[in-house]
């Protein structure tokens, strides 16, 4: 990017002399604090599950989901969780006719689009998890306020009771897509199968346990990638170790074991409320009662890496109105995002934690189906599209939740969710100095992206020129790779984000501005979806990062004019 490309306003002039009264801060920041485990997000685009890898749709999401992409990496997450649910486009389906089983069909396309999947995931830096959840074994006919099942389990039905035969189809589906995974050039990345999610020994006499055994030792999942996520902690740990780990001679090894604390009142796990502010102590427990069950000490060079699978709560739904309930109730979304940051931050302190993962990125995924999922960050589109009209993802309505994680995994100490309910001006961000124009703090809950303020630039008078909003973006000493989003809303052109470069003396090495977008219409607005999806490879010797968004204003625009920002979010690996 040349020199002559950057506004006058944003070049190493201007901006570094109104700058430098704030250097010696941005040097005395430490960066992101150190985290025991890895911070995860469960991920599908958005009202999709694995039948996103069709050849139908893929093509059409992959630029979706490279957006999703770089804002999670921006969010700070370090791993993605993918869950395969069985089904006619995702591979193994139950033949129509009662009694004649299942057909595994794992097409090349579908496996050249988990390969390359993996790649986009695994070339920005993420773990990869994958979950295998049969529910064929799992879930039977029920009827609306009846205890129980109406019919046999679907399995059961489809191969009259033919464990073996249903087992053995299950196997070849989980191993054409470990095979399909394995052969990627980032396998690597893939740290591990969970052959089931939530097993418990609740289920028809324990048949889930013969199910993992039958997968551990037919399968393809290699090992030293073998995982399990259990639902009762420690009773189906002990059930996993008396029924599959101790039953064969060599012992089944397990290499990482999940269990969940999503959702209400998770008495399976022990959390008679599932996010008490001393969620920590509760975590720590189920570790140590789930290892005691497994016969292993956290010392144990042997033991399992242990991962919190899912965490999270939902916000309202009203099935009344299809719709989803929006910022009206400020409650529902603060008891959210209260639950996921006191599950963070539990978990950031718990080094025995090998991850942490929320459930999920966006509401209505994975589909919108009759228990509508609305655990997001973001809200989904409220209007159900027709049948077999396909998704059109509204990633630009996000919730108080987004902004905390910002916040919680920021770089350095910056006020990426641009203060309280109180705040006049944004702390920690500056503004412009070549326009007149005031900076202030926006306020009503209503009307903020997330939480309680945004920063607003104004302009009053009609004039040619850039104005911005900048911050120190913290520490990136050795790392290599930045990803940036931000939710803006304007009357203004060109909106973009604009990177500074500066060495460990404070020298400006380089600038580089986003791509630009002039947004129509008065709503916020989720920058990677709105321009494309970019990221930042950082100069050798970087060491610490401004970060500003600029827009542009012409004597054409109506005054006064506006530039609005909030939910910024900024990571580097």
């Known amino acids: ?24 801060l941005l040097l ?49 997450v370090g791993a ?101 995974a394995e052969l990627s050039p980032f396998a690597h990345k893939v740290r591990f199968y969970d052959f089931i999610d939530e097993a418990s020994g609740s289920l028809r006499g324990g048949i889930v346990w013969q199910y993992i055994a039958y997968l551990y030792d037919h399968s393809t999942v290699p090992a030293g990638k073998r995982g399990v996520s259990l639902l009762h902690i420690p009773v189906d740990a002990a ?68 991962l919190l699978g899912s965490f999270g709560l939902p916000t309202p739904y009203d099935a009344t109105t299809n719709n989803q309930v929006h910022k009206s109730t400020q409650g529902h979304e603060d008891a959210q995002k209260e639950c996921a940051i006191w599950t963070i931050q539990a978990a950031k302190k718990q080094p025995q934690f090998f991850a942490y993962v929320y459930w999920m990125f966006t509401d209505f995924t994975p589909h919108r189906i009759a228990n509508h999922q609305t655990y997001g960050l ?20 996000p919730k108080a939740v987004l902004g905390a994680i910002a916040q919680e995994m920021a770089l350095g100490n910056v006020n990426f969710d641009m203060g309280n309910a109180s705040c006049t001006t944004p702390a920690n961000w500056w503004s412009t100095p070549d326009v007149t124009h005031t900076f202030s703090c926006g306020h009503t809950y209503w009307d903020t992206a997330t939480g309680d303020a945004y920063g607003r630039i104004t302009v009053l008078a009609p004039t040619e020129g850039t104005v911005w909003m900048a911050t120190q973006g913290g520490s990136v000493a050795g790392k290599t790779r930045l990803y940036v989003n931000f939710f803006f809303r304007s009357t203004l052109s060109s909106v973009r984000p604009e990177i500074h470069e500066y060495n460990s003396a404070g020298q400006l090495l380089l600038i580089t501005r986003g791509p630009a977008y002039t947004p129509t219409g008065w709503s916020w607005n989720n920058y990677l979806h709105r321009a494309e999806s970019w990221s930042l490879n950082l100069q050798p010797g970087t060491d610490h990062v401004i970060f500003a968004v600029a827009a542009d204003i012409h004597t054409s625009h109506s005054v006064p004019a506006y530039l609005d920002v909030d939910t910024v979010s900024l990571s580097a690996r």
Request: hydrophobic share 35%; proline share 7%.
């Open 80 to 180: 993605i969780r993918l869950m395969f649910w069985p089904g006619a486009e995702c591979g193994y389906s139950l033949n129509p006719t009662a009694g004649t089983g299942g057909t595994v069909s794992v097409s090349e396309a579908y496996k050249n689009n988990l390969r390359e999947l993996i790649a986009l995931m695994g070339s920005r830096g993420f773990d990869i998890y994958i979950g295998l959840d049969n529910t064929y074994l799992k879930e039977c006919p029920r009827t609306p306020g009846v205890e129980g099942c109406t019919g046999p389990y679907y399995w059961d039905s489809a191969y009259s009771g033919n464990f073996e035969a249903f087992a053995e189809d299950s196997s070849n589906w989980v191993s054409a897509l470990a095979d399909a």
């Open 1 to 24: 990017m040349t020199k002559a490309s950057i506004p006058t306003s944003l070049r190493c002039g201007a901006f570094a002399r109104y700058f430098r009264p704030f250097l010696m």
């Open 378 to 397: 973001i809200y989904a589109n409220p209007t159900p599209p027709a049948a077999g009209t396909p998704v059109t993802p509204d990633m630009h309505s």
């Open 239 to 306: 059930a996993l170790k008396a029924q599959v780990i101790d039953t064969r001679v060599p012992q089944r090894h397990f290499d990482f074991v999940t269990f969940n604390t999503i959702g209400g009142a998770n008495v399976n796990n022990g959390l008679s409320n599932p996010c008490p502010e001393d969620i920590g102590t509760s975590l720590q427990a189920r570790f140590d009662e789930l290892l005691a069950a497994l016969g292993k000490s956290a010392s144990s060079l042997t033991r399992p890496q242990v």
């Open 28 to 76: 005395l920041l430490s960066g992101s604090s150190s985290m025991a485990g890895t911070f995860g997000m469960h991920y599908w685009p958005q009202e999709y599950s694995c039948d996103a890898l069709t050849e139908t749709h893929w093509p059409r999401l992959k630029p979706i989901v490279e957006k999703d992409l770089d804002h999670l990496a921006s969010l700070g």
